[in-house]
């Protein structure tokens, strides 16, 4: 087999808790009834498409919710409902990847966008004290900043194009099995991280 060289990390549900019932639960209060039918762990409608490719600004954004409730409710209220689902660092976790970086080189692959950048950086910070999350990675790619978003052939391309990456030598931890999938196909090693386990659970040589 060949050797790993390279790890690519997800974020959410592997080094960050999300929620996505928080979430639903928030938009449904502010009147958006099928939130759940519009964004999940496993699906993306148009809007979240183009929120999380960068493809729309944070005001069409919020212009195109209010108009889907049908009720006046503020940015910042749209804001608390959508980062609602962001919980907590997984500090054990990042504990782990400081392990695991003399040996691999370390990547973060999210899909994500600018409202979610910004809480979960500010949150990394006040969990931890420690200025930045991506000081943990060789390189970050969010997918609003890089306009590909997973499972997309495409988002695994640019990442093996733009570090220069083998496949076959990079290791791809995520929770979600659509994204697994994709980079199996593509000739990475992968793991679907499962809701029991955490990454210094698995079996990886340090």
Known sequence: MTETKNIIFDLGGVLLDIDYQKSIDAF????????????????????????????????????????????????????????????HFRTECLVYLEKLAPQYS??????????????????????????????YFTKTWYSNEIGLRKPGEEVFNFVLEDENLKAAETLFIDDTISNIETAQKMGFKTHLLLPSEKIEMLDLKI
């Open 28 to 87: 449904t209060q502010l009147g958006l009834e099928n939130f759940d039918d519009m964004f999940s762990q496993f699906k993306a409608d148009e809007l979240f498409e183009k929120l999380e490719t960068g493809k729309i600004s944070e005001n069409e954004f919020y212009h195109i919710i209010r108009s889907r409730t049908k009720r006046v409710i503020t940015n910042q209220e749209i804001d608390q409902a959508w980062n609602a689902l962001i919980l």
């Open 106 to 135: 370390l990547y973060l692959l999210s899909n994500t966008n600018r409202i979610h950048l910004k809480c979960f950086k500010d949150l990394f910070t006040r969990e931890t004290g420690k200025p930045l999350l991506d000081r």
